[in-house]
């Protein structure tokens, strides 16, 4: 199947038409605009995968597990470093696509400068070409109203030419010797402004080639930076799919070395408060015959009292006498007046 060009689809049977070139340039437009889409997209993705990391890389600094302790907490000191890590990634990430996204921006920018070029040189030619064309046209017409002219003038002298005097002929003969020279002058411009608009005809010609030739090479280069750069854009986020679960990987490994019975033995042993419980509480009825009186304690006795030998009063008077009972079975003093 033979392969279509921009060069032999794009031309216009009016002479003066510019339909197919419009819409060449039409579709580059369309072309420009995907472009600046697709950057903006990429700005945008980038944005999202900077506030991600950043909340990321937030969330990673708050307290995890501080108060474990053993495997458990080394597994949790990890999830929390390789946190960081996944989140420094998408950061990463993010400038990587800012760095794509301007990539393309400056591709844009030298194709809007190699098209301007080429469109200014274009629309001058078409202006020219118009300009020319309705030139040579009205030149044209021209040339075939002397042409009407003059053969008119020739009918005429003929018709009279039996009938009137030679004064008239004279005329006659003059006015289409005039007609003659003012067709054949109409003749000249008509056919200088052909030549030149063959010429002008000729250079439009080329430069349309040229410039389909040109823009199809820019479509060619449009599509194909779009599609590598749409390629390589997944690349990426397949890429930290892959980091991120290589660093999550970490942390897996982590949990596996994380022994339970190895924190239950390690906590007992940092904390242990003993090995016997409290004996248990028993009931103690107060009124129970078979309460045994508690003896105290050898070590609480009391001291023992001795009792110093009764005063011989030494008063006959009022005066307080302080004298022991004679009741033997009496342990106290009496007071007597």
Not at 62 to 71: D, L
Not at 127 to 139: C, D, L, P, V
Not at 158 to 185: C, D, G, I, P, Y
């Amino acid at each position: 199947m033979r392969e279509l060009h921009f060069k032999d689809c794009f031309w216009n049977r009016d002479f003066t038409g510019t339909g197919g070139y419009d819409s060449i340039i039409q579709h580059l437009n369309d072309g420009k605009k995907t472009c600046k889409e697709i950057e903006d997209f990429m700005k945008a993705r980038a944005s999202i995968e900077e506030k991600y990391a950043k909340e990321l890389l937030g969330l990673s600094k708050k307290v995890c597990g501080c108060n474990e302790m053993n495997t458990l907490k080394r597994s949790l000191d990890v999830f929390k470093l390789q946190t960081e890590h996944v989140s420094l990634s998408h950061l990463q990430l993010a400038q990587t696509m800012r760095d794509e996204a301007k990539k393309l921006e400056d591709f844009r920018e030298r194709q809007k400068e190699a098209r301007k070029k080429v469109e200014q040189q274009m629309d001058a030619l078409h202006k020219q070409r118009a300009t020319q064309f309705k030139k040579t046209m009205e030149s044209k017409k021209t040339y075939e109203q002397k042409c009407r002219d003059k053969e008119e003038a020739e009918q005429n002298m003929n018709r009279n030419a039996s009938t009137s005097n030679a004064k008239q002929q004279e005329k006659l003969f003059a006015r289409t010797n005039q007609a003659k020279m003012n067709a054949e002058v109409a003749d000249r411009l008509y056919m200088q402004n052909v030549t030149v608009l063959e010429k002008i005809r000729e250079d439009w010609q080329k430069e349309h080639v040229k410039a389909c030739e040109g823009f199809e090479k820019q479509e060619v280069e449009r599509i194909n930076t779009l599609r590598n750069m749409v390629w390589t854009h997944l690349n990426q986020l397949s890429q930290q799919c892959v980091t991120s679960d290589e660093l999550y990987e970490e942390v897996r490994k982590s949990l596996e070395h994380c022994d339970i019975q190895e924190d239950i033995e390690h906590f007992v042993n940092l904390r242990r408060t003993g090995d016997k419980p409290p004996a248990p509480i028993l009931y103690d009825n107060f009124y129970s015959s078979q309460r045994v009186p508690i003896a105290p304690s050898v070590t609480h006795m009391a001291p023992s009292i001795t009792r110093r030998p009764l005063p011989n009063p030494t008063n006959s008077g009022g005066d307080l006498i302080n004298s022991s009972a004679l009741d033997p079975d009496r342990t106290y003093s009496v007071i007597q007046y």
